[in-house]
């Protein structure tokens, strides 16, 4: 990384760690990820956005859901944090960040699943899984490592 790029803020941004009623995990698959490639909802946060108004947004965008069909949990003290590769950031928006840093919410869906809509512009692919799943669905570079970390801090005595 160069010097210049250190020098740039993180993109904010959020991730929503969605259980169902049997603590299945819900999991997202962009259209950009490979087919083994798995996150949790979330995005960049726009311009002035509050992190709740960024949390809810994504989740409107992206499978359709309000806020009434969840119940906060709790919000990590880790957030994910990672640079992007030097081609890729003068790419990325711009060329404005080094790389995006997520706050991580953890979240128990309350609402009707039938009611959900998984953007078919946002997401090629959804699932909902156990725990023990993760580990083969989380595959990125330290992915699964830090988010084992989160749901042990955020959903501990739940799950």
């Known amino acids: 990384m160069t010097?210049?790029?250190?020098?740039?803020?993180?993109r904010q941004g959020v991730n929503a760690i969605i259980i169902d009623k049997d603590n299945k995990f819900l999991l997202i698959q962009k259209e950009i990820y490979k087919d083994n490639?798995?996150?949790?909802?979330?995005?960049?946060?726009?311009?002035?956005?509050?992190?709740e108004q960024n949390l809810f947004r994504e989740l409107k965008e992206e499978i359709k859901a309000d806020a009434y069909d969840f119940e906060i949990i709790g919000v990590s003290s880790h957030k994910t944090k990672y640079d992007y590769p030097p081609k890729l950031a003068a790419k990325m928006h711009g060329g404005k960040y080094r790389g995006q840093s997520f706050d991580q919410i953890a979240m128990k869906f309350i609402g009707d699943k039938e009611k959900l809509f998984f953007s078919p512009k946002e997401l090629k692919?959804?699932?909902?899984?156990?725990?023990?799943?993760?580990?083969?669905?989380?595959?990125?570079?330290?992915?699964?490592?830090?988010?084992?970390?989160?749901?042990?801090?955020?959903?501990?005595?739940?799950?």
């Open 37 to 51: 490639e798995w996150n949790f909802p979330g995005g960049g946060r726009e311009e002035g956005e509050t992190l």
């Open 3 to 10: 010097t210049k790029q250190q020098n740039k803020p993180y």
């Open 125 to 159: 692919a959804h699932k909902w899984v156990r725990v023990d799943e993760l580990v083969n669905c989380l595959i990125n570079p330290n992915q699964y490592q830090t988010y084992k970390e989160i749901i042990d801090e955020l959903f501990s005595g739940m799950i």
